[in-house]
């Protein structure tokens, strides 16, 4: 029952001179919660940006499988739309919402994908792409009601707090219908409340049978949260295992805190 | 700022600008007499004009700032214009069609010749202008060359008519198909820029086009053009030159309520979505599943395409066309129209076409002073209406909890 539905091997990523991602190597499996850690410019986002096709590796492999089918498919140097019509959606670090549009409107955004109408549908509005858009609505509606945004609809998403335009990115992401969901800092700049509550929704979209896969540096979420933590450093890999384990692991402890001088 | 301030700020404007107008205003050479008359009254009169135009601009101003201030936190949103609140009561919103559209279609039968041709120019840039809407205020793509795919379309009709002797209803759809590929033509190239780089492309190949139409003399006949184009024909009927401009009049009124149909249409739709999530934010938009390529080729080609449908009636009007009409002018009046009716906004388009197209024709008691009164208007305008003259309220999607779709 636990097969990977991500797996990555030897992923690399050159800029220049610089090595920001070194033969990588990460899983994923259905229906877990997965956090990747590591101190500033590791690499983190770096590598959720190869996943996404926003940069194009320079080695190694991305393997999709698709929960419920044998086949693999190779996301690597696929364009970022690409990548999320396979399956796998992410929210952004620095929010990077559409501030003039209504937060329906950016979560409608999100079933873009899933959806077909086209020049003619528009401008003929016939029987199928007024179905369709009236499904649009209703999916987006009963998303917004899931991540606890359906009274603020109709605001514009530049009007929200900052802890619901993070559950809104997380809202418009869940819109493409991934099965595998990235995020990126999602508790970053949030209060102890917001945090609280972010906490909750994760479990709930991960009892959903969505996995995840999410960068955070707030260590009590990511503990309380992950099934497996990976950790990062210079673009490497330098631990993997279960939040005990990484708590106790001595190389962990070394890359965020530095050596101990007298020993 | 106190009373007296603002005078002797006002009185120190007033001299700047009498020193500044100087060599235009005062001296002037008379070659018949070989003497300079110096026309010192017209000092007093710059001095005297500035000094009014400078009260009544700081005076505007402290009400604007006045009132900026009184504004509650609530009020951030931009505030509903007069004509928002008309159009959202559908009573007088109903007035206003039916007054209009009487005026509308009563025009050519109370007014010169003169006068309709005019009004056709002037229609023919509101369709102009809500073409380059789609691409510039919904897609966000800021495009200089715009002018080229008009060229394309009126070049299309004046070539198929001189060789093929093909009819204006004939080339119609083919003048506005062939603008629409060069679109995805030039959309092609510039799908990785933005901003002011793709300004920059597009400008060029807006003159590309149009030295090609010059210097190619075998396919275009150069500079001198081509003329006798058939105007468009009304089932084989021949008109008179004064029945064919109100034939015409009536053709582009039908071509603006189309257009005006399907912009509308677009804006609403999945694809006009799209296009808004596209200037919002690019990588998004594509994280967010959206093909960004034929997101933005279809921008440019259905833009495109209306330019080149208007190409074809230009050339069916004026019967002649030639390079001179297509020139960077062009594209920057057509984007004037747009940012200063208010960009994503179809009623702001119509009356920045109005106001850009029939100002200077009515301006024409001022004579020379035409153009220079017609750029105060424009910088004015700017200044205190910078989101343009009707900015664009859009009908956003609301969703009432009854799990029912209502588009306000």
């Keep these: 029952m636990n097969s990977p539905i991500l797996k990555i091997s030897g992923l690399t990523m050159d800029f220049g001179g610089i090595r920001a991602l070194n033969r990588l190597e990460l899983d994923v499996n259905a229906g877990e919660i997965v956090a990747l850690i590591g101190p500033n410019g590791a690499g983190k986002t770096t590598f959720f940006n190869c996943l996404t096709g926003i940069y194009k590796p320079t080695a190694g492999e991305i393997m999709l499988t698709p929960p419920g089918s044998s086949k693999s498919i190779s996301l690597k140097g696929l364009k970022p739309n690409h990548v999320t019509e396979k ?3 992410r929210t952004f670090q620095n929010i990077r919402l559409f501030s003039q549009m209504t937060v329906l409107e950016n979560v409608m955004i999100g079933r873009h994908c899933r959806t077909k109408a086209f020049i003619l549908g528009a401008i003929f509005r016939n029987a199928a792409t007024r179905k369709e858009e009236k ?39 869940l819109a493409t219908e991934p099965f ?36 955070e540096h ?11 933590i990976f950790v990062m450093d210079y673009g490497k890999k330098i631990a993997q295992g279960k939040p005990s384990e990484i708590r106790a692991n001595p190389a962990v402890i070394k890359a965020y805190l530095g050596e101990d001088v007298d020993a | 700022m106190s009373g007296l301030k603002v005078i002797k700020k006002a009185l120190l404007t007033s001299l700047w600008f009498v020193f500044l107008t100087f060599p235009i205003m ?40 006045k009132k900026l201030e009184s504004q509650t936190e609530q009020d951030s949103l931009p505030k509903e214009s007069v004509i928002h609140r008309i159009l959202a009561n559908p009573k007088q919103r109903n007035l206003l069609i039916v007054a209009l559209s009487a005026v509308i279609l009563a025009f050519p039968l109370f007014s010169s010749s003169y006068q309709t041709n005019v009004m056709i120019t002037a229609l023919m840039y509101v369709v102009l202008g809500l073409g380059l809407n789609i691409v510039v205020g919904m897609a966000g793509l800021l495009d200089l060359g715009y002018v080229a795919f008009y060229a394309v379309g009126a070049y299309s009709y004046a070539l198929l008519n001189h060789h093929f002797q093909l009819g204006f209803w004939a080339v119609l759809p083919i003048g506005g198909g062939l603008a629409a590929l060069f679109g995805i033509l030039l959309g092609f190239p510039v799908l990785r820029l933005r901003g002011d780089y793709l300004a920059i492309v597009t400008l060029g190949f807006g003159e590309i086009i149009r030295l090609i139409l010059e210097n190619w003399s075998e396919f275009s006949k150069g500079p001198s053009g081509i003329s006798n184009i058939s105007r468009p024909g009304l089932f084989g009927i021949e008109l008179s030159l004064d029945s064919a401009i109100i034939y015409l009049y ?14 509308n249409r677009l804006q609403d739709s999945r694809l006009g979505r799209a296009w808004i999530a596209l ?13 960004k390529r034929k997101t933005k080729l279809v921008a440019f080609s259905l833009g495109a395409f209306w330019a080149g449908i208007i190409g074809v009636v230009f050339a069916a009007k004026t019967t002649f066309v030639n390079p ?47 153009m220079l009164a017609f750029g105060a208007i424009l910088v004015a305008m700017m200044v205190f209406r910078p989101q343009g003259l009707i900015s664009n309220i859009r009908r956003t999607y609301r969703f009432e909890k009854t799990h029912s779709l209502n588009v306000k």
């Excluded at chain 1, 359906?150 to 990115?169: H, P, T």
């Excluded at chain 1, 508790?187 to 959903?208: C, F, V, W, Y």
């Excluded at chain 2, 004037?336 to 850009?356: E, R």
């Design chain 2, 26 to 65: 005062v001296i002037k050479v008379d070659p018949v007499e070989r003497i300079i008359r110096w026309r010192w009254q017209n000092s007093l009169y710059v001095a005297l004009g500035t000094f009014c135009v400078y009260l009544l601009a700081q005076f505007i101003l402290q009400r604007k700032i």
């Design chain 1, 135 to 173: 499904q649009i609505v209703e999916s987006s509606a009963a998303i917004l009601e899931k991540v606890g945004l359906a009274d603020q609809a109709n605001e514009f998403a530049k009007n929200l707090s900052y802890g619901a335009q993070r559950r809104l990115e997380i809202a418009r992401a």
């Design chain 2, 250 to 263: 009536y053709l582009m009124i039908l071509f603006v309520i189309v257009t005006i149909f399907i912009v």
């Design chain 1, 218 to 228: 707030d260590m009590k979420l990511v503990m309380s949260l992950s099934d497996r």
């Design chain 2, 324 to 370: 001179a009409s297509f020139t960077f002018l062009e594209s920057a009046i057509i984007l004037s129209i747009v940012v200063l009716g208010g960009m994503g906004s179809i009623v702001g388009v119509i009356f920045g076409a109005m106001i850009l197209i029939l100002l200077p024709e009515y301006l024409r008691a001022l004579s020379e002073y035409r």
């Design chain 2, 279 to 291: 200037r919002e934010d690019e990588i998004a938009c594509q994280a967010m599943g959206i093909d």
């Design chain 1, 180 to 215: 595998l969901l990235l995020l990126d800092e999602p508790a970053a700049g949030m209060n102890p409340q917001e945090t609280h509550e972010l906490d909750r929704l994760i479990r709930e979209i991960s009892k959903d049978g969505q996995s995840i896969l999410l960068i």
């Design chain 1, 87 to 89: 399956g796998l959606a």
